[in-house]
């Protein structure tokens, strides 16, 4: 489970991504806006320029240069979520028991 990214598998390996947005944030100057440096690095390691450039928001928010949730925050927060969804599932099954012993006395 090396692809793992934020708990679902990537269709890119781990290095691919992290050296794609290296390069990014390397060779940015040299191009007249990130978006620009995004796209033209995009074609050259083979993905996409929304791929590469969610890569790119989601390293600057780890790093805290922008807002958001870094990786790990994104992750407790789905867990949190899933587990939420869990607990009213199981609320609503005690109800509906609860009611249906209520019923038969």
């Not at 890569?55 to 807002?67: F, L, M, T």
């Not at 939420?84 to 028991?97: D, G, H, P, V, Y």
Request: net charge positive; no cysteine; hydrophobic share 40%.
């Amino acid at each position: 489970m090396e692809n793992m990214i934020m708990g679902r598998s990537s269709r890119y390996p781990r290095e691919l991504r992290e050296r794609s947005v290296a390069l990014v944030f390397e060779q940015v100057g040299q191009y007249s806006s990130q978006w620009d440096a995004i796209r033209s690095i995009a074609e050259k390691v083979g993905v996409t320029a929304e791929t590469l450039r969610r890569w790119v928001r989601q390293a600057e928010a780890g790093a805290g240069e922008r807002p958001g949730p870094t990786s790990a925050e994104a992750e407790r927060i789905r867990e949190l979520e899933r587990e939420n969804r869990e607990l009213r599932r199981a609320t609503e099954i005690l109800k509906a028991a609860s009611i249906f012993f209520a019923s038969m006395s």
